[in-house]
């Protein structure tokens, strides 16, 4: 059963070491997540899984390392080689500690599939997820996708089904829209409606943002 989830962004320059000057633009964004990672572990989970975006949809250990290197700079996080895709890397410097595990889910996985997944990381003991999940990399004309009049709409609505932890509209989210629009995601957030299919989980929206144009939401479920 689903007892908390936490919705956090994974871009690389939430990491200080990464930023090099510490990108200051980005310390309310690591205070939002810090304060929603707090809210995970005083849950007191059973299980604490770390959920984000990939090529592919598998599972990696608890012991898991990443690395920023494919970014620019060789930050890690872990020991041991590192495997994890950007968003789970970023979602292990967040906790700061081994989680119980990582679920990588495929961009382009399908509703029912991300659906299906969430219900099934769900089931049994206690658990808690925690989500990487940016928004909608075509905000503003500086954004990495450049400008596209649909997506601001879009995050609006995002935002709201986070907010009120409305599950249908998150596991409506169009994968073909979503990949237009360039939003990084839309299948783990699937992930956590399928997750928390039946549980009666209050809403809190801790921050949003867009400081590059991108779409940042951290929000708990608890």
Do not use: N
Not at 3 to 30: K, N, W
């Amino acid at each position: 059963m689903l007892v908390a989830a936490a919705v956090c962004p994974h871009p690389p320059l939430i990491v200080p070491e990464f930023a090099g000057a510490a990108a200051p633009e980005l310390d309310g964004l690591r205070a939002a997540c810090a304060e929603a990672v707090a809210a995970l572990r005083a849950a007191a989970p059973d299980l604490l899984l770390v959920v984000g975006g990939d090529d592919t949809t598998r599972e990696y250990g608890p012991r898991s390392a990443g690395s920023l290197a494919p970014w620019g700079v060789d930050v890690r996080t872990g020991e041991g080689d590192p495997v994890l895709p950007l968003s789970l890397t970023i979602g292990r410097w967040l906790l700061g500690g081994d989680p119980d595990g990582f679920r990588a889910v495929a961009v382009d996985a399908s509703p029912a599939e991300c659906v299906e997944l969430g219900g099934r990381l769900a089931s049994g003991a206690r658990v808690a997820l925690l989500v990487m999940a940016d928004g909608s990399a075509k905000l503003t004309g500086k954004s990495p996708g450049y400008l596209d009049p649909a997506a601001e709409p879009y995050q609006r609505r995002l935002v709201k089904a986070l907010a009120e932890a409305d599950l249908a509209a998150i596991a409506e989210l169009d994968p073909t829209e979503a990949a237009e629009l360039w939003v990084g995601g839309r299948a783990p957030l699937q992930v956590l409606a399928g997750a928390a299919a039946g549980v009666e989980l209050r809403p809190e929206l801790v921050l949003e943002c867009a400081p590059y144009g991108v779409g940042y939401v951290v929000a708990v479920w608890r």
